[in-house]
């Protein structure tokens, strides 16, 4: 490059190197993992995502600790595991944030320079321009956009660390759900068994005479209704697998995996929190993210209003040299030049009325999501409370009374005190409290999967509820028993 041409590019040169310095920035070694490893610390159940969101990115390496986890029964904490090593919406949002990261590292880019060269002849004239032109206010903001690129890359970190939250709650949930399914769907062939010896019997003792035929329809539309409620139990039994399956990521042989047999039992004591909507306000990674995307628009706001005339200002640098071919005499002319928009039509009044609504709708997000964390802290922890209460009632009261009042019976049936009737009325119904159980049981561990997500995590969405008993007897068969 000729010398006047450096001379005159060296102080724009300075300042690129300056700026390249300052604004310096690498992608992220491991793929952000260690950062979301960190963010969903204490907030994933008891489960290290570290490990498996590491492993995630090893696709060999994943399917092996995939295969190994479902040589055993499936518990709550290897479901979590495989859904965090497997799922392909969190392959997905883990990619998104590689994209973020990547959109960080090239805001603290310089812009490249564009060169330009033009030749124009006149007679026996003939010039040559070159011209290199550089984005001014690109450069010298370059600092405030890397930064800005950095806080929303910061945003999409916490909403990555959300994902991992919400995922693990459910396939929790999921896990939850499939095995008291499966409990339930055992305990309703108990009953389908029991009201078939009854129709049996029903039928025998009609066809001898000792019965009437309306005693024996009795049997009968109980062994009916036993039949369709078995059906219900074994479909949701189905469907409550698929929907883990989903979340765990399977297909093929990988779904003959074995379910753990039974809940966790309860714990011997509720925890005791007297500040839900402290900690939930605290510790909630989207309340995190509503504050901090406050700020980071009202830093943009200060942007705008400082760059909204000089946005799309360059600075030229040109050299052009003419040749005369007819006296062969050579001349060199160096030029700067600059250029920025002229706010005759738009003064930026639109712009700047767009970044204060910005502003203000974020600032109204952010006591959005405070009322909705308050709330939703509140609700959780009630219905934790009133979960474990009603579990509780169930495995301390009424399943003892009605082993109890079974066991009387045997021995009642044993001295022939009892009929055979109501012994199989009273296994019928002991079943059925049982399977109220195991739904209370199952109500509880969805309500403390909830509660976690709620106070550390993100909004759950619709909060689990407890749900009326799915496995229970019609009204017509349950008053005629």
Known sequence: ???????????????????????????????????????????????????????????????????????????????????LLNNPSLEASMATLGISDADRVQAGRLPNPHFSIGRFVEGDIREIERILRFDVIGILTLPWRAKWQGQQHELAKLQAAQDVVKLATATRKAWINAVAAQQTALYMADVKEAAEAGGELARRMARVGNWSKYQQAREQVFLADATAQLARAEQTNFSEREKLIRLMGLWGAQIQFTLAERLPDLPKTVTEMPDVEARAMRERLDVRSAMAESGYVADQLGFKNVTGY????????????????????????????????????????????????????????????????????????????????????????????????????????????????????????????????????????????????????????????????????????????
């Open 310 to 481: 000089l946005d799309g200002m360059t600075l030229e640098v040109t050299r052009s040299t003419l040749f005369n071919n007819a006296t062969g005499m050579r001349e060199a002319r160096n030029g700067l030049a600059v250029e920025l928009p002229l706010p005759i039509f738009d003064w930026g009044g639109a712009r700047n009325a767009r970044a204060q609504a910005m502003y203000l709708q974020s600032a109204a997000r952010v006591r959005d999501m405070a009322v909705k964390a308050r709330s939703e802290a509140r609700e959780a922890y009630h219905g934790y409370r009133t979960a474990y209460d009603l579990a509780r009632h169930y495995r301390d009261e009424i399943v003892p009374l009605r082993k109890f009042i079974n066991d009387e019976l045997v021995l009642r049936y044993n001295g022939m005190l009892a009929s055979v009737w109501e012994l199989l009325a009273d296994k019928r119904s002991q079943v059925m409290s049982i399977n109220s159980a195991i739904e209370a049981q199952r109500d509880f561990w969805l309500a403390e999967a909830d509660l976690q997500t709620v106070l550390t995590g993100t909004s759950p969405g619709g909060l689990s509820g407890m749900k009326a008993s799915a496995g229970g007897m019609g009204a017509e068969t349950a008053a005629a028993h």
């Open 1 to 83: 490059m000729p010398r006047h041409f450096m001379k005159i590019c060296k102080p724009a040169i300075s300042a690129v190197a300056l700026t390249v310095l300052a604004g310096c920035a690498s992608l992220s070694p491991d793929g952000n993992t260690a950062d979301i490893s960190q963010l969903t610390k204490g907030r994933t159940g008891g489960v290290d995502a570290s490990s498996s969101v590491a492993l995630a990115r090893d696709p060999q390496a994943r399917q092996d600790a995939v295969s190994e986890r479902l040589k055993n029964p499936i518990t709550a904490e290897a479901a979590v595991h495989i859904a």
